[in-house]
């Protein structure tokens, strides 16, 4: 049976994406998210999926809605 799931690296290339884009380092988003700079990076790689508040604390520190990375990651999805 088929069972459909988020790809990881998806997600992690739409929170990278952003960080690039505002010209952020891992180091620096990792502390103003107040997550771990390994997991950070964890995240980005596609090793590891975000929780939803993970995710939330990111987006605060990227200073962009949530939404906007959720449709960043179905574009990519149904690219």
């Known amino acids: 049976m088929y ?3 988020l790809d990881s690296v998806i997600v992690g290339k739409a929170i990278a994406f952003f960080r690039k884009e505002k010209g952020i380092s891992q180091e ?3 502390g103003l998210a107040d997550i771990g700079r ?4 964890a995240i980005e790689r596609g090793e590891r999926k975000p929780t939803l ?3 939330y604390r ?3 520190a990227l200073d ?3 939404s906007t990375v959720i449709q960043k ?3 990519e999805l149904n690219a």
Do not use: D, N
């Not at 390994?38 to 990076?41: G, K, T």
């Open 3 to 5: 069972v459909p799931m």
């Open 28 to 30: 620096t988003l990792s």
């Open 38 to 41: 390994s997991h950070l990076s």
């Open 53 to 55: 508040e993970t995710l």
């Open 58 to 60: 990111i987006c605060l």
């Open 64 to 66: 962009i809605k949530m």
């Open 73 to 75: 990651i179905e574009e």
